[in-house]
């Protein structure tokens, strides 16, 4: 299956523990769209707010998949909650187009924070692995982790 990916980035795109990175990374895979918007950077400091679709538990155990791999790779302190985090990262079926099947997502940067939309939890987990290779060398992620439960 095609996977289906759009990505709205901001310049300096995604910045942790201060840096950021002017060059938008090459992902894998390849986004089918990317648009890059001018603005500021949505900083993740040392918390950040995770929220998730409370009708849709693949949101739920991909937010929790999220704040243990950055609690485990550079100690972000992360809170997981039902509803929108603003700021923070939020991962919702509200913003899951009707074409992006299983394994499609759309993440947004702003300033105000990062959106997953997707409508299954292969479409997070992708998702999530496209925000860990935006982030910066600063919150590098070690070694691998495997993937929840759930996920496929």
């Known amino acids: 299956m ?3 990916m759009a990505i709205s980035l901001t310049t300096a795109a995604l910045t942790a523990f201060g840096s950021a990175s002017a060059a938008i990374p090459g992902l894998v895979p390849m986004p089918m769209e990317m648009v ?4 500021p950077a949505f900083q993740i400091g040392a918390s950040l707010q995770i929220g998730f679709d409370a009708s849709l538990p693949a949101s739920r155990d991909a937010a929790q998949f999220l704040a243990d791999c950055l609690v485990q790779s550079s100690g972000i302190k ?4 039902a509803g929108q985090a603003n ?3 939020t991962l919702t079926s509200g913003d899951a187009g009707p074409d992006l099947g299983e394994e499609g997502y759309n993440l947004t940067v702003s300033d105000h924070g990062v959106v997953i939309g997707a409508a299954a939890s292969a479409g997070f987990f992708y998702g999530i692995q496209t925000l860990r ?3 910066p060398p600063a919150a590098s ?3 691998p982790h495997p993937a929840p439960a759930g996920f496929q």
């Open 2 to 4: 095609k996977r289906y």
């Open 36 to 39: 890059d918007f001018s603005g």
């Open 78 to 81: 992360c809170t997981v909650a």
């Open 141 to 143: 992620f070690g070694a």
């Open 87 to 89: 700021p923070g990262v």
């Open 133 to 135: 290779q935006l982030l």
